[in-house]
Every structure is written in C-alpha cells, then in structure tokens.
C-alpha cells in the first residue's frame, strides 16, 4: 500500500461549492505540507503542519482552509471553490529527524472548478 | 523575482549525452538544496539533496552547489529515455521552494 494516499484523486465541481481534498500517511512522519503544481509555475506551498497542534500558512492560503485531525491525517478544505482553484494538489510529509528532510508525495488530487 | 529560477526547457539531448539542468535562487540564507524527478501525470521524487558547495556524485546523477553564485546544477550522464521526464529544484529547510521545471527528453 502507498505511504501518502490523497482522496479523492479526481473531482469535478462547481463555482461556489465548499469540497474537502483528504491526506493520510502512514510513514509515521509528523510534518504534512498541502502543495498545487499549475503549468509553468511548479510546486506552491498552501498550508504545513509541524505536528497536531502546529498549522501555517504557506506562499498562497487564501481561499484554503486546513485541519490536522490527527498525526497521519491533514486535510485541505476550499470553503467556495473558484475556477481559478483548478490545479493538481500535492500532499507531502517529512520527518524533522531526518537530516536530509525529504518531502515524501502523494499521487495527487486534480481539481477542475467549473 | 522568483525565489527559484530553472532554465527554461523543454531540453532534448540524445541517449548517452549528458543532460545539464541549472538552477538559480534568492535566499543567500538557504541551506539545503535539492532535486525531484516527476514523471508526467505522477508525482515528484526526491533524486538528489545538496548542503554544502562543491560536488555531489550519486550513480549517473551530479549535483553542484554554488552558494557564492546562488547556483545549484544537476548533470545525468549517459541520458537514457527513462530520465525523460520534469526536473524540479528545491531550496529551503522545512519548508521548500520549488522551481517551475525543466522538462527533459531523451532522444533514443
């Protein structure tokens, strides 16, 4: 099984509706990250989290809302989806005790706001 | 400015030649550097990670870090079509910044 899996991976929807994208790991990482990949402009940080209790805001939160409800699980909530919210999202996670801090990727969720 | 610049592709290079990606950014503070690989429709994968200047050699892939230039570079020797595919730059600690991409293909 996947170590990062994202739910759902493709979904469709309409201006104005609130959706939830879902991230779950089971690498036993605390730090989770919520990542949009646009053509031409790569990887944008939305929101991280550095452990249950910790949340941040990255280059681009507006419009975007998270929860970490538990270690292994952080979610990406859009309250009024827009149009130009259509993207391809990356979840991440990373150990702190690892040197290197590699962010390990989920599959990733498409998002087209109609 | 962008916090990280790649040098814009698409870069065709035959099978075998040496595929050279480079990278600038604008945080002389940052520390660690580091390269994802993503395939079309997947999701990126760490392939190389870089801290201090100089060189840093794993298989086919070479690293080479700058800080003086605020530069990092990727070299893949002896190009084979599985490396076809996005090269992505990161820099930061926590918390990364990634370049837009450089799309490499490799011509059989």
């Known amino acids: 099984d996947a170590d990062v899996t994202q739910t759902p991976r493709n979904r469709i929807t309409k201006t104005g509706k609130r959706i939830m994208l879902e991230c779950s790991q089971t690498?036993?990482?605390?730090?989770m990250y919520w990542y949009r990949q646009d053509p031409g402009l790569g990887l944008r940080l939305i929101y991280y989290s550095f452990d249950v209790k910790d949340i941040n805001k990255g280059e681009i939160s507006d419009g975007y809302s998270v929860s970490r409800q538990a270690q292994a699980k952080f979610s990406l909530s859009l309250e009024s989806a827009i149009p130009n919210q259509t993207a391809l999202y990356f979840c991440?996670?990373?150990?702190?005790?690892?040197?290197?801090?590699?962010?390990?990727f989920g599959p990733g969720t498409r998002l087209t706001v109609l | 400015q962008k916090e990280v610049e790649q040098n814009s592709g698409p870069l065709s290079v035959p099978e075998g030649a040496i595929a050279s990606l480079n990278c600038t950014y604008s945080?002389?503070?940052?520390?660690?550097f580091f390269w994802y690989r993503q395939y079309s429709g997947k999701s990126p994968e760490l392939i190389m990670f870089?801290?201090?200047?100089g060189d840093k050699e794993d298989g086919r892939f070479t690293a080479q870090l700058n800080k003086a230039s605020q530069y990092v570079s990727l070299l893949i020797r002896d190009s084979q079509p599985s490396d076809s595919a996005t090269y992505l730059c990161?820099?930061?600690?926590?918390?990364?910044?990634f370049g837009a991409g450089t799309t490499v293909t490799v011509r059989a």
């Open positions: 945080d002389r503070g940052s520390q660690s």
């Open positions: 870089i801290y201090s200047n």
């Open positions: 690498k036993g990482h605390d730090r």
């Open positions: 991440a996670t990373s150990d702190q005790r690892e040197r290197n801090n590699e962010q390990f």
């Open positions: 990161a820099v930061g600690d926590y918390k990364l910044s």
